[in-house]
């Protein structure tokens, strides 16, 4: 994933393996190795996407990019709450503090096991603080950079909807258009058909006693089709270009 480097985790100092430790940093590992799990299996989806996408509108691909996205703003929300939390306690020495004592607790029930005795309590306490500051520091930096790749991916997701609404207002437009000009070729025929209509009543016009009569009427009504027709399409197209040139106001 494209981030910035993640800070070394932190060395306990020796001797430190009090269990309240490893059950702190066992959860925090297990939430961070949680969110990036997701992150990874989210990638993936969204570079299939962004290549198919708009290109293949289909009901399989809208569903997989709604899918897609909702896990993306559920794990951006997760990260950023677990972050917060991070923030919190490191915020509060008060937390920090407390965390290292009970630390340093456990440390010295091991040593009153041994039979060890407790020297320069104040700088063990220190030493216990900064490792649980670093140990706190290196999981919210590994939250932030899940919460970044997920915000990014989740901006990559709208930028792609975006692009799909303006290529099916394209196809919608051209539908239109498609729409328009059956309506006039439509038009045209019907006119066509009425002239054709008033000439097949059964009344005496005399048209039917001359031989070229028919062949007279067809040519004209097909030329009557056709100029109506391109009269209409020119008149249309003049109307769209004062539309685009002036605006809809």
Partial sequence: LPSLPLLPLPQRSEGWGAWRVAVVEGALSAAAEELEAAL?????????LLQTLPGQISAPNLED???????????SSRANAIRGMLL????????????SSAFMEDQEEEEDEDGDEDEEEEDDLEIAEEEVEGLLEYYLQR????????????????????????SLSSRRLEINKLELLLSICSFAVTVGALISGILGMNLVSRLEEHAFAFWIATFGIVSGIVLITVL???YVRIKFQQISTTGFN
């Fill in 40 to 48: 990874l299996e989210a990638v993936p989806r969204v570079t299939r």
């Fill in 65 to 75: 990019l709604r899918l897609v996205k909702q896990a993306l703003v559920e794990l």
């Fill in 88 to 99: 919190e306690v490191l915020d509060d020495a008060e937390d920090v503090r407390e965390l």
């Fill in 143 to 166: 939250c932030e950079v899940c919460q970044r790749e997920a915000e990014r991916l989740l901006e990559n997701t709208r930028d792609l909807e975006e692009s799909m609404s303006v």
């Fill in 232 to 234: 209409l399409l020119m």
